[in-house]
């Protein structure tokens, strides 16, 4: 969620049937990213039939609350019946899962609006490299810019947001000493003209800074 990573799924799903482990994969900012249609990474890799459990929150790509665990009957049946997070919650509002339904159903039936986020991605990812920031090598719409000191970090954010940028700002302990980094998170919804202005704010700040 930091570096914009991608987990070696296959690895870890021969590494869990090698050794008799069962492997649970959290697809909350998988879901609507990664996958033929957003369907997370489990999908992407292809291996649906291979891990114990899927899990995956309402709340970002799906712009509501809630979340959930899908997996073999017996297991969630066992859940449903001794997590205490499960038994001492309450149902998410019906408007709430009716609002995630069809956020879903948007991202299955447009997958035009996967593609803009990847050219997005493409867009602000090579204009960064091309900065010369280090973005810790992501490899999706969630990017690092890495600055070095928390206070660069906070110095940052604030040039940006006067010049009308959002970032989120990342410190210690978040991240190692000497590691903070502001953190890009890209939508289908930005326009070229926008990731364009994000780009220039980002190197005008960077260079005021001397972070580049």
């Known amino acids: 969620s930091m ?30 990213v990664m ?22 929150t309402f709340s970002k790509t799906l712009g509501s609350i809630g979340g ?11 859940i449903q019946h001794v997590s205490r997070a499960l038994i001492f919650s309450a149902s998410i509002p019906a408007s709430a899962a009716a609002a995630a ?12 609006l996967l593609d803009r986020l990847w050219h997005n991605t493409r867009r602000m990812k090579g204009a960064l490299d091309a900065l010369g920031y280090d973005t810790y090598g992501s490899e ?7 600055v070095g000191e928390d206070l660069t970090a906070f110095k940052m954010t604030m040039l940006l947001q006067d010049d009308g940028v959002f970032v989120n700002p990342v410190v210690s302990p978040a991240v190692p000493p000497g590691g903070a980094l502001i953190r890009i ?5 930005h326009s070229d003209e926008q990731i364009d202005r994000a780009i220039a704010a980002i190197g005008k700040a960077g260079k005021t800074l001397g972070v580049i």
């Open 35 to 56: 996958g033929p249609r957003g369907e997370g990474c489990t999908v992407h890799f292809g291996l649906t039939d291979r891990v114990d459990l899927i899990m995956g």
């Open 185 to 189: 998170s890209l939508t289908a919804a």
């Open 140 to 146: 999706t719409p969630v990017i690092p810019v890495v």
């Open 68 to 78: 959930f665990v899908a997996g073999d009957e017996e297991v969630l049946d066992y």
């Open 3 to 32: 570096e914009g990573h991608i987990a070696p799924l296959p690895q870890i799903v021969e590494l869990t049937e090698k050794y008799n482990a069962a492997v649970m994969v959290d697809e909350a900012h998988a879901i609507g």
């Open 101 to 112: 339904l069809e956020a879903l159903r948007i991202m299955l039936e447009e997958p035009e």
